[in-house]
T-cell receptor, first 116, second 110 residues
Framework: SQTIHQWPATLVQPVGSPLSLECTVE??????LYWYRQAAGRGLQLLFY??????ISSEVPQNLSASRPQDRQFILSSKKLLLSDSGFYLC???????????????FGSGTQLSVL | GNSVTQMEGPVTLSEEAFLTINCTYT??????LFWYVQYPGEGLQLLLK?????DKGSNKGFEATYRKETTSFHLEKGSVQVSDSAVYFC?????????FGGGTRVLVKP
């Protein structure tokens, strides 16, 4: 069966420090991978998605970047965190169905990031 | 671009009350529509989905019908329980990504 691992679960970082959140998927190959952010009191915002190794699409301009060094690994990074980067970050995957995603997303358990 | 609009919460109900959460969307083409639920302290999980017009998704007593004419996908449950307290997200799938609404927090009181 497929599983998704996301860590760490919680993270407190000072402003200006770097960030690296990691997400890995097991039990499937060539998944679509996603990073979402859920800010306090707000909805879910798609940050990045990837349809293959080295292929990253950015949805919103921001202080963050994403990389996909391996087929089932998706990393969210920042060189210098801002206060506004605080939030709940969710990694997700879906079956790669070519043109259209009509399969459901499977979400990780999330990382609560607090930038102080 | 694609967008999803859902009613703002919080929605506070008594147990066994009827729940409706409105969701409308804007999209080109014919997207698939989803409702996801986030229970306290947990990540999101799929609740139900519909992939074409007039389809009805259902799960755990919840239902939603894909209405192309009104571009809506309202979530309903006839009798809620305390365990239904959660944040509910409406979403549409087009291309390789899901676009989510802002989420609606539902609180069911005993």
């Amino acid at each position: 069966s497929q599983t998704i691992h996301q860590w760490p679960a919680t993270l407190v970082q000072p402003v200006g420090s770097p960030l690296s959140l990691e997400c890995t998927v097991e039990g499937t190959s060539n998944p679509n991978l996603y990073w979402y952010r859920q800010a306090a009191g707000r909805g879910l915002q798609l940050l990045f998605y990837s349809v293959g190794i080295g292929q990253i699409s950015s949805e919103v301009p921001q202080n963050l970047s994403a990389s996909r060094p391996q087929d089932r690994q998706f990393i969210l990074s920042s060189k210098k965190l801002l206060l506004s980067d605080s939030g709940f970050y969710l990694c997700a995957w879906s079956v790669s169905s070519g043109v259209t995603t009509n399969e459901k997303l499977f979400f990780g358990s999330g990382t609560q990031l607090s930038v102080l | 671009g694609n967008s999803v609009t859902q009613m703002e919460g919080p929605v506070t109900l008594s147990e066994e009350a009827f729940l409706t959460i409105n969701c409308t969307y804007t999209a080109t083409g014919y997207p698939s529509l989803f409702w996801y639920v986030q229970y306290p302290g947990e990540g999101l999980q799929l609740l139900l989905k519909a992939t074409k017009a007039d389809d009805k998704g259902s799960n755990k007593g919840f239902e939603a019908t894909y209405r192309k004419e009104t571009t809506s996908f309202h979530l309903e449950k006839g009798s809620v329980q305390v365990s239904d307290s959660a944040v509910y997200f409406c979403a549409l799938a087009a291309g390789n990504k899901l676009t989510f609404g802002g989420g609606t927090r539902v609180l069911v009181k005993p």
